[in-house]
Nanobody
Framework: HVQLVESGGGSVQTGGSLRLSCAPS????????MAWFRQSPGKEREGVAV???????NYADSVKDRFTISRDNDKPTLYLQMENLKSEDSDMYYC??????????????????WGLGTQVTVS
């Protein structure tokens, strides 16, 4: 049984930083493509960043040079380090996993497993 549990969200001022964590059970972060998505009420879930099984990383244009996705295979944990946060980064952030995502990583329908989310508020 796969579970993904996010943590690290909270309230921060514009320009501040947060680090999100995703602790999976029932899967190995190195054997899956792992991603972070975010969603506001009434909007589609948006792909933020992905790290695939081979370690290849992609980011949404809106977060490039500010967010960093990484994983610790030993813990195992997925991270999202967020720097220089902006008000438009305020969202519910979700951890997601799938076996292979390819170039469609930003499509939420590609991902099989989801956490319940952690709220990030920037003001």
């Amino acid at each position: 049984h796969v579970q993904l549990v996010e943590s690290g969200g909270g309230s921060v001022q514009t320009g501040g930083s947060l680090r999100l964590s995703c602790a999976p059970s029932g899967l190995s972060v190195s054997d899956f493509s792992m991603a972070w998505f975010r969603q506001s009420p009434g909007k589609e879930r948006e792909g933020v960043a992905v790290i695939d099984m081979d370690g290849k990383i992609n980011y949404a244009d809106s977060v490039k040079d500010r967010f960093t996705i990484s994983r610790d295979n030993d813990k195992p944990t997925l991270y999202l380090q967020m720097e220089n946060l902006k008000s438009e980064d305020s969202d519910m952030y979700y951890c997601a996993a799938t076996y292979a995502c390819g170039s469609s990583w930003s499509n939420s329908r590609v991902f099989t497993y989801w956490g319940l989310g952690t709220q990030v508020t920037v003001s």
